[in-house]
């Protein structure tokens, strides 16, 4: 079992910049793909981005693609999610997720495919 603590939320203006971080515990860090995922409010969760174990691969949602940039330490058992150009409808809880793949490149954008989750951490963007 591995357990996901997320920090870097926060308030910020549109148009800038936050790193979410995401420390794992427990199990091998690299033993895991690793997602992010938010739920703005009222709405359901939804995809942000995903990284493949060995990090060579990646996935983002269409609404973040170019803006947001994940990637993993796995020395450090830390997934990072780099987030530029930020706006207002950004605003969610972002949630990070472990997931246990059969290969190193595999991700999965489906929430459904993740065993583990963090508790989240709030992002709020101010127009």
């Known amino acids: 079992q591995v357990q996901l603590n997320e920090s870097g939320g926060g308030l910020v203006q549109a148009g800038g910049s936050l790193r979410l971080s995401c420390a794992a515990s427990?199990?091998?860090?690299?033993?895991?793909?690793m997602g992010w995922f938010r739920q703005p409010p009222g709405k359901e969760r939804e995809f942000v981005a995903a990284i493949s174990r060995s990090g060579s691969s990646t996935s983002y949602a269409d609404s973040v693609k170019g803006r947001f940039t994940i990637s993993r330490d796995n020395a450090k058992n830390t997934v990072y999610l780099q987030m530029n150009s930020l706006k207002p409808e950004d605003t969610a809880v972002y949630y990070c997720?472990?997931?246990?793949?059969?290969?190193?490149?595999?991700?999965?954008?489906?929430?459904?495919?993740?065993?583990?989750w963090g508790q989240g951490t709030q992002v709020t963007v101010s127009s």
């Open positions: 427990g199990r091998t860090f690299s033993r895991y793909a």
């Open positions: 997720a472990a997931d246990t793949p059969p290969s190193l490149i595999t991700i999965s954008r489906g929430p459904g495919s993740y065993d583990y």
